[in-house]
């Protein structure tokens, strides 16, 4: 194996399908709930949302798919940029707020 991630593996996922039919339709079910269009945060903001929980989660696949479909909602590259770096500097926080329990543990060992 010469990388972690390959297009190719998407078509794996079917074999969740078919192992655990039911979990996976929840799944399928809640994973759809981005590109609603009827709710109260516009289809535009909803991948806006997407494409930065995808940086802060780190999965390529949804990286791939809300930056696409967030350019066909009319996300601008420069909205879909301040949403990624709003994401890191979130991420960022929460690793230094989660640095203090590192400093506590540390003290009581």
């Not at 940086?55 to 601008?76: D, Q, R």
Request: aromatic letters at 8%; charged letters at 25%; glycine letters at 8%.
């Amino acid at each position: 194996m010469t990388h972690y991630y390959d297009k190719e593996d998407a078509v794996h996922r079917m074999d969740m399908a078919k192992a655990a039919p039911e979990d996976f339709k929840a799944w399928s079910n809640l994973n759809n709930i981005v590109g609603r269009e009827n709710g109260a945060i516009p289809l535009k903001y909803r991948e806006l949302i997407a494409i930065a929980v995808a940086h802060a989660t780190g999965c390529p696949y949804c990286i791939e798919s809300h930056a696409k479909k967030g350019k066909a909602a009319g996300v601008s590259k420069e909205e879909m940029s301040e949403a990624i770096l709003l994401a890191a500097a979130l991420c960022a926080g929460a690793a230094a707020a989660h640095g203090g329990l590192a400093m506590k543990f540390f003290d009581q060992a």
